[in-house]
């Protein structure tokens, strides 16, 4: 049966059949800024971008991020033939980070199929929100963004404090307001 092109490449391949991690350790970090490595996270963007499934759009996507405990986790998007079902390259990074151990982002880096720097639609900087660290940051096309830039007043765990414990079972350690 053939198969509509695989990710960047025109070709469907196995997605399991290269070497690209789509978790890895890096040295664990104790804050932000100019602590993290973000040629590490843009060349793990990179990577995980070959990978998108985009027979429709052609429009690859590829996130990473790292994790409190050091972890770098990968993501890209995966197009589906009823486009609505299409899941983000952030939706398969926050599925990575649960499957590898959960956790809190503390940088984020997200590039399109050309390398460029791309920052998450809204859904997604609401999904991210959910996952992120104190003070976590994202790489934006002008440079540095805390996850407060991108998505103020945001809608949390702790807005779900009204119901009860096991409906509301996520702390939300980066709420400000």
Do not use: K
Request: aromatic share 6%; charged share 20%.
């Amino acid at each position: 049966m053939e198969q509509n092109d695989h990710g960047s490449s025109g070709a469907f391949s196995d997605p399991f059949e290269d070497d690209i991690p789509l978790t890895a350790s890096l040295p664990r970090i104790t804050g932000t800024g100019s602590g993290i490595d973000w040629q590490r996270l843009e060349s793990t963007a990179r990577a995980a971008m070959t990978r998108a499934y985009v027979p429709y759009s052609r429009f690859p996507v590829g996130a990473a991020a790292l994790v409190e405990d050091g972890r770098v986790v990968a993501g890209c998007n995966i197009e589906n033939a009823s486009l609505g079902l299409t899941l983000c390259a952030e939706c398969s990074l926050v599925s990575n980070l649960q499957m590898s151990g959960g956790g809190r982002i503390v940088a984020f880096y997200c590039v399109d199929g050309n390398g460029e720097v791309l920052m998450p639609c809204g859904r997604c900087r609401q999904l991210l929100y959910e996952f992120h660290a104190p003070g976590m940051r994202l790489m934006g096309p002008d440079g540095e963004l805390t996850m407060d830039e991108v998505l103020p007043l945001a809608f949390g765990p702790a807005d779900m404090t009204h119901l009860s414990d096991s409906a509301a079972s996520t702390d939300d350690p980066g709420r400000t307001r």
